[in-house]
């Protein structure tokens, strides 16, 4: 069983922040990464950051691999194949480390990030089984990592139309032919995991429904800590995500699915940050909070690459209700709402506060009984580097909230 520590965070709820991965708060020193970072997210070759944010006092250094699929690939397909120049790839694995179509071509699909391709490796291989586990060792041994965040891992290997194609292998040109049933995948995968040097945050669960894959049998392995949900109530392609197509209730549903299960959940906020998008994002996630698993991730795209912001410093305690049956139990008069007897903000006790998330697109009345709250949260462009601090406005409870938005609100 995996053991990580857990602290009471007084200044800011749990979060998930990137410490130079992809360029981001690159230029923040150790202390400060471990002041506003529970979890601090490395990249494999900026390890001596990582060993600074653990000695500054940081909870959880944790580095990106991703076991499943390999970048920078090239033609051709067919052995000898092209070079793969990505991580795992780059150890120039055995031709049944990866998988391959009925043609005898390794799988691939075009990768626009890097304007190359993507190949896949067989979890079932033994080949592959030992360089993951190889290459975690080695990563382990430089700095005290606590987590490896496992990209493209955890999911099911079937989709929406029952085969592998619209599943794991949704993109790829054909799917892969070692593995061809649930079960293969499960155990596969399953041993996979297994051989990682530390335990893994999953990116990655049932492409249908996007609940934990397979009842939650991944993240309930020994070496499985949590899973991520990536584009968490908005992405870039979309925008905020609402009742349409259900998309927000699958992730809120995914979210409290997780922390049932005892395990982390973290909420990947992407897109543009604007502070309106950013609080409807922030209050849904609230509406699945629970301090000890709920991890807020925010990976907002910024120019200035900063993408930390001060509503991390509201912190609410003492939940009035909590939806252990998914979140249509929060639902009031077409919105929903959580109450928390006492809440934080800035470090300091505001009172009670309430969570209203209007996701339907239509407008939509605020419940009577939350006319005595005073105040509604206030958020500007600025990140917390420049704004250490959240500031409360007046509310005027007449107001109705709009399509695909929320308030946070106190008294």
Known sequence: MFTLIFAALLMHVPTWIYAGFDGYNSDWPAPTLAHYATFAEF??????????????????????????????????????????RGPFGDQHPEEDAWFHQADGERVHRADSYTGEYQEALNPASARTQHIVHARTERIAAQAPIDL????????????????????????????????????AWMRAEGELLATLARPAILNGGDITTWLPSYGGAFLLASNVAGASREGCFSNDASGPMSTAYNHWQLTANALLATTALQRYAVCMEVGTPTPSLRIYDFASWLLTYTPRWSVLAPIWTTSNHHNVYPEILVVPEQPLSTPTDGIDQLEENDVYVRRFATCKSNGIPI??????????????????????YRYALHLDNRTIDQNPSVSWNVWNPHDALPPISAIILST
Do not use: M, W
Request: charged share 10%; proline share 9%.
């Open 43 to 84: 990249s494999e070759y900026d390890l001596p950051r990582a060993q600074a944010y653990k000695t500054a006092g940081g909870l959880h250094a944790v580095v990106y691999i991703d076991p499943s699929l390999v970048p920078y690939c090239s033609p051709p397909f067919s052995p000898p194949a092209g070079n793969c």
């Open 148 to 183: 490896f965040f496992a990209d493209d891992s955890g999911s099911s290997l079937t989709g929406g139309d029952g085969t592998s194609v619209s599943g794991i292998f949704y993109g790829f040109e054909q799917a892969g032919i070692e593995i061809t049933s649930d079960a």
């Open 351 to 372: 009172g009670s506060c309430a969570i209203v998330v209007n996701p339907n697109q239509f407008s939509a009345t605020i419940p009577a009984e939350l006319t005595h």
